[in-house]
């Protein structure tokens, strides 16, 4: 099978078990995210792929061959055929931006100069050829380190957080470059990364990985649409916690309204979970629903593209249990005030109630 294969993975560092049982395929041409909350083990197995850590248990096959199988023998990164970027760019700070990404063509067989042209051109660079890394913006040199990593034609790409380090715009636009070149030149790459929104925007197939396990794998927007757990719905950003029963009639009653519940059991105590971006403000719906819910403004906060709103239930005079809501563009209504909202039934979510926060 070409693309990348583990199997079976363990990892143990010391007493403390970072990986169990970890498998998972990224298909030729593909980019895959492995999503998860710090600590989860997402580098070690990046590492694992490299031939960075050594491989304790399982299986590592990069296009189409064995690399690394427990007990035997471990091919050495070098000749593993794989392309890295992780966070320190790690460029070569007496080489040139050109000597650099030439450095990495190594023995590819392409037409070397024609290709680091195209390459330079592509992302921007051509005017910083003979510029040195330390005369380079953060977003220069990272956009370099792809080049250069990309420059062997690894069979696989391997990316740790590869954009942490850039501001905000630079980062979008450094990433968007960044999909597009890997999709036009159809490489495999599997991407590590905390930040929801760069894994759903970068990944063809993302792998959600809690406590060294894979929990969820899948298209991103199947996962967003149908997390498998409170933990994955809760990945994809802050989002409305509320404790209750199952009623008879196999639905949920919250403040937020009333929700249909499939699977579970009356009388279960569950959680239903329910993005902020699934509260819409009932005046600007297209169809205004029925059941509306009316709920007293505690702040408006503007945060740029949207507007963060923390709600309470009309009669509630508590504000320790606030909702939130993510309303798009400017909208301020004042402390106190009352506003009617719709409740996406899509982005509300419910789950046995476990221990786990
Ligand atoms: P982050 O998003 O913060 O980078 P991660 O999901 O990539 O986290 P890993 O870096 O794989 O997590 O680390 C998993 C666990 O293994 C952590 O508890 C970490 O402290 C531990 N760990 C990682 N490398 C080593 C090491 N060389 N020696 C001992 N423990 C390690």
New binding site residues.
């Given amino acids: 099978m070409t693309g990348l294969t583990m199997q079976g993975i363990s990892h143990s560092?010391g007493p403390?078990q970072?990986l169990d049982d970890v498998s998972l395929h990224v298909e030729q041409g593909l980019i895959a995210c492995l999503l998860?909350p710090?600590?989860?083990?997402?580098?070690?197995l990046l590492r694992i792929a490299a031939g960075l850590e050594p491989l304790q248990k399982g299986r590592v096959e990069i296009g189409g061959r064995i690399v690394a199988e427990a007990g035997l023998a471990e091919l050495p990164p070098e000749i593993r055929n794989v392309g890295l970027m992780f966070q320190d760019y790690a460029l070569f700070p007496h080489l040139t931006v050109l000597e650099n990404v030439k450095f990495g063509v190594g023995a590819a067989t392409r037409n070397t100069e024609a290709w680091v042209a195209s390459a330079l051109e592509r992302m921007g660079l051509v005017g910083f050829a003979g510029r040195y890394p330390h005369e380079l913006s953060g977003g220069q040199q990272q956009r370099v380190a792809l080049l250069r990593a990309l420059a062997p034609e690894p069979s696989i790409l391997l990316l740790d957080e590869p954009f942490s380090g850039l501001d905000v715009t630079r980062r979008a636009q450094v990433r968007e470059q960044t999909h597009d070149l890997l999709k036009e030149s159809g490489h495999t790459a599997l991407m590590?990364t905390?930040d929801p929104e760069e894994a759903m925007f970068m990944s063809d197939q993302l792998l959600i990985m809690d406590e060294g396990r894979v929990v969820q794998t899948g298209d991103p927007i199947q996962i967003y649409r149908h997390p498998v757990s409170a933990f994955v719905a809760s990945l994809f950003g802050p989002i409305n916690r509320i404790s209750t029963v199952t009623e008879n009639d196999g639905s949920v009653e919250t403040a937020l309204g009333k929700f249909s519940v499939t699977g579970i059991p009356p009388g279960t105590l569950v959680d239903v979970l329910v993005r902020p971006e699934g509260l819409h403000e009932a005046r600007n719906c297209k169809n205004p629903p029925t059941g509306a819910v009316r709920l007293r403004v505690v702040t408006a906060r503007p945060i740029g593209r949207s507007t963060h709103l923390r709600l309470v239930d009309e009669k509630s005079p508590h504000t320790e249990d606030a909702f939130h809501a993510r309303i798009p563009g400017l909208f301020l209504p004042t402390p106190g005030s009352l506003v009617d909202f719709h409740v996406d039934e899509a982005q509300v979510f419910v789950f046995p109630a476990t221990a786990r926060q």
């Fill in positions: 560092f403390q970072v998860g710090s600590g989860c083990g997402k580098t070690t590590v905390h």
